[in-house]
C-alpha cells in the first residue's frame, strides 16, 4: 500500500522561501512518477510540479519553473519541492502525489495522495 506524508508547509512573507517534503512507503517507486499539486481556495486543483525516477521534470507553468525546483532522492523514497521568491498567489494547499507510469498533468490520473500541507504566503 503507497502511503505519501507531506512535511514543510507554513506561513512565509512574499519573496520567502519553503521547502516541502513528501516520504512514499509502499512498493519499489522505480515506476513511479511523484510530484505536487496545489489546490487554492475555491479554485480547482493544479498540477505544480513532478519528477520522474530518472529526474525528469514537469513544471506546471513557466512562473513556478523559474521559481520552483523539485527533485527526488531514489534511496529514500522523497520528492522535494524548494520553492523561492514565492508569491501570494502561491498560497495553497499542496499535495504530494504518486502515479504509476509517466508524469499525467490531470489529478485524475493520480492513484495516491498526501493529506496536504497549508502554504501561505503574506504580502
Known amino acids: 500500500q503507497v502511503q505519501l506524508v507531506e512535511s514543510g508547509g507554513g506561513m512565509v512573507q512574499a519573496g520567502g522561501s519553503l521547502k516541502l517534503s513528501c516520504a512514499a512507503s509502499?512498493?519499489?517507486?522505480?515506476?513511479?512518477?511523484l510530484g505536487w499539486f496545489r489546490q487554492a481556495p475555491g479554485k480547482e486543483r493544479e498540477f505544480v510540479a513532478f519528477i520522474t525516477w530518472g529526474g525528469t521534470t514537469v513544471y506546471g507553468t513557466d512562473s513556478v519553473e523559474d521559481r520552483f525546483t523539485i527533485s527526488r532522492d531514489n534511496t529514500k523514497n522523497t520528492v522535494t519541492l524548494q520553492m523561492d521568491d514565492l508569491k501570494v498567489e502561491d498560497t495553497a494547499v499542496y499535495y504530494c502525489?504518486?502515479?504509476?507510469?509517466?508524469?499525467?498533468?490531470?489529478?485524475?490520473?493520480?492513484?495516491?495522495w498526501g493529506q496536504g500541507t497549508q502554504v501561505t504566503v503574506s504580502s
Open positions: 509502499g512498493p519499489s517507486f522505480r515506476d513511479y512518477a
Open positions: 502525489a504518486a502515479r504509476m507510469g509517466s508524469v499525467m498533468g490531470s489529478d485524475k490520473y493520480y492513484q495516491h
